[in-house]
C-alpha cells in the first residue's frame, strides 16, 4: 500500500485511534500535575541536553563504556549494520527455541522478534501492552504503552481467543491471564533479551526503567542475558543516568518514579567460597551487551540521537493523533523516527514513512524534555530528499513548478496577483509597504483590501508593489526547496527595497516567518518584517473600534507560524478584545500548546483528508470551549478550518482581519 492508500485508511478508521489519544491526554494531565514534585526539572532537563551534545558520537566515551562493561565481565560487541546485530543475537540464541523479551525501541527497529522466529525461534514479548501487540499482529503505538489504542473489550476477545477460553473484559482477569502465561515461559527460557534505556560509560553499567517489574524477570532469571542497544545511549556517569530516567518516566508515562530502575553491570556472581568466583550464582551465568551503530556514526545531524525515546511528542503531534503509527516506521514511530530515517540518509525509506506529512507545525519541541527541533530535523531529511533528486509526488512538483514559473503554487497568471488592489488606490513607493502574500493575492483578495483599511484607520498610508511582488518561498523552504526559497525570498527583498520598504508588513504569519528568517537580507536591504497584527496592536489607539457582539462566543487560534514561530500570541489577542464586547475565550489548547490546523507544509495539498481531520479536531476544541466563532490571523488556517466548519455550523470560522473591520466605526 502506497503512503497515500495508507493516510486515507488510517484517517477514515480514525475512531480505532480515539483511546489513544484519550490516554496521550491522561499523560499529558498527569505530568503537568507531577512536574511540581520535580523542583529542579528544569536544570535536569537542560544537564541531559547538554550530556547528549557531549555524547552522542562521543568515540571516547563509548569506548570507556565498552572497556568498563568488559572490566565487569559483560561480553561486549559492536556491531555495524542491523543485520549483523540480528545475526550475531541469532547465532547466541541458537540452540535455544524460547526467549523471553522486554521492552527495547532498537529491537522492534531490527524486527529482532520476527527475524528470530523465522530462524524458528519463538520470542515472547513479556510486556503486557508489548504481548498485546505481539498476540494482535498490529503495530506499538506508543514506545511505553503500546496497546494504549486497545480497549478492554477488544483485549477480551484477542485473549479469549488465544486462550481457547472465556477472558472476560476485567482488567484483573486478563492481566492475571498474561501474567500467567508469561511466568510460564519466564521460568523456562534460557535466554532473556532486553534494551538499555541508558549505559553509564564510567560504571559500566546498564540502566532499565520499568514498570511492570518483567524486564528484572528477563535480565534475571535465564541463564543468558542479551542487551540490545545503541551508541547514543551511553552517558558518562550513573548520575547523567539517572537524569535520563527522571525525563523519560515524566515525559513518557507522567509519573515522577517508575517501579524499578534496574542497574546491572555484570553477570551474577558469588565470591563466598575461598573468594573464587563463581557466576550464575541467582541469575545470568553470561551478560552480552550488543550495540548497534545501523547508521548512526555516519548521521549528518546528530540531534535526532539525543532523543530519550519518551514518546512525549507523539501526544502533541496532530498527524499522529490521526494517522498513529503510519507516521513512522516500527521502533521509530512519528516525526522524530522519520527524521531519524532521514538523518541517516535512509531516504526514500523516510518518504514512505511520512518525510513530508509534517505540517511543521513545531507542537512536538514544545513537549520535549530535551529540546528537540524535530520540525528541523525533518526539514533538513527533505532538503536532503530534493537535493538527491529523489522522485517526489506529482502534487509536490506541480507547487515547486507553479511558484518556479508562475510565482504562486496554483500556476494562477502573475498578473492576477494585485487584482484586489485596483480600486485601493495604492502607492507603489514608500517607507511601510503591505506584502499580500500569495494566499491573500489570489485567493482572499477580500482580505488584503481590509488589511489595507485597517492601516489606513491607523493612520498608515501603505504601499503596495503590485505584480512586483513575489512569491516569499515559504512553501519552498518547507518543501525542502531550500535555495530555490532563498532566491525567492531574496528578490522579494530586491523589489521591496526599490520600492523604499523600509518596514513591511504582511497579514500573512507564513510571510511573515520566512521573510523574518533571513537576517542577512534584512540587514543589506534595511527592511523590518511585520505582522499585521503587530502594527495595529502598536496603533490601536488611533482605531476608531465600536465593540461588537454578532459573533457571539469567540475563542482564537494561533497559527503555528505566528504563535509558536515568531511568539506573537498577545497582539492578536489585545486587537480581539478592543473588537468584542465580550471578551474572547481560550481553547483547551492556545498560545504556546495551541494545535495546529493541519494545512502546513503542503500537507493540505499532498494529504488533503488528513489536513481535514486535523482541522475538524481543531474545531471540535472550539466546540468544546462553547465557541460560536473561531478567529484566526492566517490565510491558510483560514482556509482549511472553515472548509471544515462543522456540517451543522456551529462554529463560524472568521478571519481577524473581516472582524476587526466590521468594529470599525466608520465602516459600519
Ligand atoms: S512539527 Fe508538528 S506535525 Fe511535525 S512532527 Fe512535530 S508535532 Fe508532528
Ligand atoms: S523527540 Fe523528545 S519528546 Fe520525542 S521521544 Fe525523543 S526525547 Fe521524547
Redesign the pocket.
Known sequence: MSLREKVRKAVGERDSLARMRKSFETIAERRATNSGRIPDLQPVKERVRKVKETSVGNEGLLAEAISSLRENGCRVVLVKTGEAAVDFIADEVAGHSLVVKSKSNVSKQLRLSESLSERGIEVIETDLGDRIVQLMGCPAVHPTGPACHLGRKEISELLSRHFGRMISDDPKELTEAVREEISGYVERAKVGITGANVIAAREGAIVIVHNEGNAARCASLPEKHIVVTTPEKVVPDLRDAIDVTKLQTLYSTGKVISSYIEVISGPSYTADIEKMIYTGMHGPKEVIVVIVDDGRQSLSDPESLYCIGCGS?LT?????SIVGPV?GTPGRV???G??MLASMGRLKEADDAGLF?????????EVCPVDID??KV?LKGREAFVGQKLEGTAERDAIVGSVRNYDNPWQMPRARRSRWSREMALPSEGEIVYFAGCSTSFLFPESAKGAIRLLRAAGMEPAYIGSSERCCGSILRKLGETELAREKAESCYMNLAKAGAKVVVTSCPGCYSTLDAYPEFKERYGIEIRHISQILCEHLDKLKIVPVKAYGKVTYHDP?DLGREKAVFDEPRALLDAALETPAVEMRRSRSESA?CGAG?GVKSGFGELASAIAMERISQAVAAGADTLVTACPWCFQNLRECQNSDQSVAVVDLMELLLSALSDQR
Open positions: 511528542c502533541r503531534c496532530p498527524v499522529y507516521f512519528g516525526g522524530l522519520v527524521g506529512l509534517c505540517t511543521s507545525c513545531g507542537g512536538c519541541r524535530t520540525r525533518l503555528c495546529c507544509s
